[in-house]
Every structure is written in structure tokens, then in C-alpha cells.
């Protein structure tokens, strides 16, 4: 970017793994998550497991005097066992103390939401320590925003097949956040099946696309294909066995496919594929 345009430039980046867009980025203007169906059904799991918690509790004094008679069965038919006799008994296994399932709790929706704004409010207020070439008499543009998220919404049913409507929403809230109605947005569309035909089956990555066609360059919303800038060189180290090949690995990765093999190489290629979209979406605005 700074290649392409005059001026100081701050990136701001706030960044939770294991986050879900319907769920810890939920946009506020969406309908309170606790009304909706997947609230429901998570409610209903949590007690449908607290169910199945207590009557395991109650069944397991039961099911240790069974472990105890049936190790003792078990000991004895060793002792007088052959050899081929032994080698098809299998000793019991003793069974394990129920654990309490956690407490259900999902009344925190949006948090990160929270968060992430809360980072980025911050960083405005105190522009002169994070950019020692600030002019406070020249100000600021906020002259973009990058999202590349979805993993976790691939799971759920209801998180997936909400995605599209929820990015909508997310870019509409932020632009009105932060005062800035037409704030170029550049979604980075989910990559980890690493080919054109995997991440064309994802619904995530497919609702990531469609949610920036519906928005459209003439409204400032982009897709970026990271699937284009997947490290297949790491992931030919990583699929003959990493560990067995540290010392090439060491070199090209540093993590699991579900975060792209910590490949800097594809870090640094999206960082500029990013880059590439965010300016032509500047500079149609500029137009």
C-alpha cells in the first residue's frame, strides 16, 4: 500500500482464534441471538447432556460393581486360559467417574464484536503512539477493512447458512460505526481446502463470495481468493511427515492446515493480494 499511495499508513489488527461470525461477531443490528433457532437447539443440547450427565451419575456405582465382577470373571478365565484363549479375552475396562458437563452459556453474542471496536477505539484516541508521523492537524481516513474469518462457522447448519446475510449485516454495522457510509471492505474468502473445486463445496467460502457479489465493487466490497496463495511447497512437506523432515519444515510452516500452515509465504502473498483489491476499491471511490 505504501508503494500506491501517499501518506502514513496504520494497520490496525485485532485477531480471536476460534471465533464464529454469527456468534462472538455477531453484528448488533442482527436479531438478539437468543431468539433465534440455533440458541434453541445449543440450549437444548446443553440439557439433553446434563440429562445424560446425572443419569450417568446414578448408574455409575452400578457400573463399578460390574467392572469389579467382571475383572475378577476376567482374572480367573486368564488363570486356567490357553495360550490361543487368552490372546481373545479382553480385560474390562474400568469406567471413568462422570465429568460435570460446563454450565450453558451463550449470553455473550457479539462479544468480539465488542472487543475488536473497543482495540481499533483505542488505537484512534492514541494515534501519535502508534504512528510517530501522525499530523493531528491533518487527521485521519479510515480507508479500509479486511476480514478473513469463517472456520469456525462452517460446523453449524444455522452458522453457515447464515453467513451470507451475516457479512451484509457486519459491513453495514461497521461502515455506520465508524461514520464512514461507503468504507471499502475486503472479505477474504476462506481457503483451507487449499484447491478451486474444495472450497467451491465449502458454504462458507461460497456465502463469503456471494455476500461481496450482492454488495458489489460499486458499493466498496471485494472477495479475495486465498486459495490462490495457499503454500503448496509447505503442504508437500507437511503431507510426507513434517516431523520426519523438521529441518525442511522448519524453513516453509509452523502449524495445521486449518491455519495454513503457518506458511509466511502465503501470509505474505495474501497481505499483498489484500493489498492489490483494497486499492482498486480505493480507487474507484476515488473516481
Known amino acids: 500500500m505504501a508503494e500506491k499511495i501517499d501518506g502514513p499508513i496504520l494497520l490496525i489488527k485485532t485477531s480471536w482464534g476460534g471465533k464464529s461470525l454469527n456468534y462472538n461477531f455477531r453484528p448488533p443490528s ?13 440450549k437444548a443440547k446443553a440439557n439433553e447432556n446434563l440429562k445424560r450427565y446425572e443419569a450417568a451419575v446414578k448408574s455409575f456405582p452400578q457400573d463399578q460393581a460390574k467392572y469389579k465382577a467382571d475383572l475378577a470373571a476376567y482374572k480367573e478365565q486368564m488363570k486356567t486360559a490357553d495360550e490361543k484363549a487368552r490372546k481373545k479375552l479382553r480385560e474390562p475396562r474400568e469406567p471413568r467417574e462422570p465429568r460435570k458437563p460446563k454450565p450453558f452459556n451463550m449470553s455473550e453474542a457479539g462479544i468480539n464484536y465488542r472487543m475488536m471496536n473497543e482495540a481499533i477505539q483505542e488505537v484512534l484516541a492514541n494515534l501519535k503512539d502508534n504512528h510517530p508521523d501522525y499530523d493531528a492537524e491533518a487527521g485521519y481516513e479510515i480507508a479500509g477493512f479486511v476480514w478473513f474469518q469463517g472456520y469456525n462457522d462452517q460446523f453449524s447448519p444455522e452458522f453457515r447458512g447464515n453467513y451470507k446475510n451475516n457479512m451484509m449485516t457486519f459491513i453495514k454495522d461497521i461502515r455506520k460505526e465508524y461514520k464512514t457510509p461507503n468504507m471499502p471492505f475486503v472479505i477474504g474468502v476462506l481457503g483451507t481446502g487449499m484447491t478451486a473445486e474444495k472450497v467451491g463445496e465449502n458454504e462458507v467460502s461460497l456465502a463469503q463470495r456471494a455476500a461481496a457479489k450482492a454488495m458489489g465493487t460499486k458499493n466498496g466490497v471485494a472477495s479475495v481468493e486465498s486459495y490462490k496463495d495457499y503454500s503448496l511447497y ?6 510426507k511427515g513434517w516431523p520426519q ?15 495454513y500452515l503457518g506458511s509466511g ?8 493480494s489484500f493489498a492489490d483489491s483494497m486499492f482498486e476499491l480505493m480507487k474507484k471511490q476515488a473516481k
Open 30 to 42: 442482527l436479531p438478539d441471538f437468543k431468539t433465534t433457532p440455533e440458541y434453541a437447539a445449543a
Open 245 to 259: 523432515h523438521y529441518h525442511e519444515w522448519d524453513t516453509v510452516g509452523s502449524d495445521r492446515p486449518y491455519h
Open 265 to 272: 509465504a502465503f501470509f505474505v502473498r495474501l497481505g499483498d
Open 234 to 239: 509447505s503442504n508437500e512437506v507437511f503431507q
